[in-house]
């Protein structure tokens, strides 16, 4: 079990409770794709994903994008049971759309770089540390089907 420390729940909140997830959301998941293009291939049915242009203008991925940021709500406020409360989640994304696990660390990486980069210098160690945690428990929860 992960331990949180009030600090590290106060900033987790702080940082959800500040985002515009229409914003956020489909910037992360672009950003995934188009740094890392095998990504792209659990996205087929999404549309034209041809060029960066094509993907950050695809509204079937900024959907997706903002579908994926409210999932980490759930995170947010189940923040003692964060594997439970992915446990269907993780069944489902390596059961039934076996998404090779590395891909959800590589889009935590992307979150977080869009995040820093909106929080600017607010974005501290500190901060960037809380996150990172927060997010490596999401990551292995989602992936805790795959062992």
Known sequence: MVVWSEQERSIINSIFASLD?????????????????????????????????????NPNLA????????GLDRAVKNMDNIKATYAELSVMHSEKLHIDPDNFRLLADCLTIVIAAKMGTAFTA??????QKFLSVVVNALGRQYH
């Not at 959907?63 to 409210?70: E, F, M, P, S």
């Open 126 to 131: 500190d901060i960037q540390a809380a996150f």
């Open 21 to 57: 997830y229409d914003d956020i959301g489909p910037k992360a998941l672009c950003r995934c794709l188009i740094v890392y293009p095998w990504t792209q291939r659990y996205f087929g049915g999404f549309g034209n994903l041809y060029n960066a242009e094509a993907i950050q203008t």
């Open 63 to 70: 959907a997706h994008g903002i579908k994926v940021l409210h």
